[in-house]
């Protein structure tokens, strides 16, 4: 999939659009085969200050859960890119989510890359969410 000037490969074995946005301005949502997963892609053709980001990125998970406690903030380089990634634990309703994304703003704009999961699946599936954002590339 296409995202701005980024390339995303995504399996489709593992992950299947949506039928309908949850996010209007997001680029494209996807649902993991399980249904225990959501990927959401947001790109702009802007870059913005990486700190009004990170902010923008704490923000949108500290709102969407009850209880939100930060559970990674490092920096990642991706295909020769520096992302931020930051994930959240909390509660939607009784259920606990993980939130966790990569976030890149620079001159090829800005994107946000973010997954959504049930927690128990998350903890069984940490390293294939990581291998999830390390299909993202720059168009060449």
Do not use: C
């Not at 949506?18 to 225990?36: A, Q």
């Not at 200050?49 to 990170?54: I, V, Y």
């Amino acid at each position: 999939s296409e995202i701005g000037t980024w390339e995303f490969e995504i399996s489709t074995k593992e992950w299947y659009p949506r039928s309908s946005k949850v996010i209007p301005d997001s680029d494209f949502e996807l649902m993991h085969t399980s249904g225990n997963a959501y990927l959401f892609a947001i790109s702009q053709a802007d870059s913005i200050d990486k700190s009004m980001l990170e902010f923008a990125a704490i923000e949108k998970f500290n709102n969407a859960l009850a209880n939100a406690k930060l559970l990674r903030r490092t920096d990642e380089t991706i295909k020769n890119a520096n992302f931020m990634r930051i994930a959240f634990t909390g509660f939607e309703g009784d259920k606990e989510v993980v939130y966790d994304g990569v976030f890149y703003t620079g001159k090829q704009g800005t994107l946000q890359i973010f997954i959504r999961a049930e927690k128990q699946f998350y903890d069984q599936n940490t390293e294939f969410i990581t291998q999830t954002f390390q299909q993202i590339y720059l168009k060449q």
